[in-house]
């Protein structure tokens, strides 16, 4: 009688209800889902803002604006417009042989000043610096004219400091850029610059696209092409990296050649560690011989030994074997321990009563592997070279060590360290270093939208949660 007096007295003992049981439950799983999308979230926006800043022109301006021209509706119009009077093309722009291109500039002044006319050019400008600088040899400046076509006015009401409003003068200029039709050769040229210099009391209140930079206090305004067209305006510090990063020689586009090295390496280093995962997974798993744990052992302590420790021993084999700068060193240095182990995890959870029925009928092991085991592990197959491919085209180490010559040899990791160099640091173009790292990227996204959905859970994946 006292027992059940105490137990009655404890309500902590008691069972709770389904229905208490069943809140609790959705309250966890909601705060759990809400710390996932949180942190999604965070990472999301990390990753958009990274790309939001890879399109503007200065990507390090302060504060960071949200809302520019690459991302305004109506600059791609006026974009647009512009590339097709230009070079008859309003995805990417340019000026060519019959272009007369109308651009017109609205400045406004305070009251009781007169707005007099900007002077305007066409100036003799590289395109961005280093590479492409050298490269360029036609200049829109010795193919264009320029001439003010008309001018009108108007007013606007301005609050000033102390809330009251105000009539300020206005001034719109439209300028005639044409393409000089006594000019031999005649190219096609990529750009259209143009500067504008006006009094400083003078100000731009609209143009169809927004210059590049203000410079001498906002006395001069700058733009680094007038005729981009939609896409040319958009995703121009992507066209650069792919123009702009080319050989001196052949002009062939370095930005290019080095995703093809990186593409040849990740693909052959992805097909050999499939082949030697699967395999020695496969040995390890079901084949019984003398050392095979010891060898397990070693598999295992390989994977914490870092690549920097074996490098240089690495290195002496390649330069023997005449393999440096080439990308079958890259290929084949490389440890498979980690896909071993996931292979083997894999196989061991395979039933030995389908290969045991497959002997019995007179197969042997390599046909059991081949055509019953093998087809049966396509997700950690697929696992395996979602991470083989990744680690290969992220690969900055050995790539950096063992491929050094020439510049078009280089994978794209050790690329991106030439373009910050080329590029960023003292020329603080980092608008294209920005749009290079996210070319990089697209390969292993392109890769995991693919494959995603065949990752299914198995007993593979069960194994190694």
Known sequence: MARKTAAHASPSRCRLPASALRRRQLAASAWLYLTFLAVATIMAGTFVLAFMASLKVDPLERPFRFYFDQLNPAAWIAAARLG????????????????????????????????????????????????????????????????????????????DERGIWQAWPTRTFVYEITYRPDRQNRPRIERTPLNLTAPPSQTLIDSPISPSRSERRGRLLSWDNITPGALGLIFNNYRRVINETADLQTGKSLFGSWLVNSLAIATGRLLLTLVVASLAGYALARLKFRGSRLLFAALIFSMTIPAQVTFVSNYLIFRDLSLLNTPWSVIVVFVASANVLLMKQFFEGFPREIEEAAIVDGANRFQVFWKIVLPNAKPALLVNAILAFQGAWNDFFWPLVLITSPPEALTVQVGLLSLRRSFGGAQGDWGLVLAGAFLSVVPVLILFVLFQRHIVPTQFTKGIT
């Open 84 to 159: 097709q009077e230009g070079a008859g093309d309003a995805l990417w722009g340019g000026f060519s042989p019959g272009a007369k291109i109308a651009f017109g500039v609205t400045y406004a002044a305070p009251a009781d000043t007169t707005i007099v006319e900007p002077k305007a050019e066409i100036p003799r400008r590289r395109p961005g610096s280093g590479i492409a600088a050298a490269l360029m040899r036609d200049y829109a400046a010795d193919y264009a004219s320029i001439a003010l076509k008309s001018s009108s006015s108007e007013t606007m009401q301005v609050r």
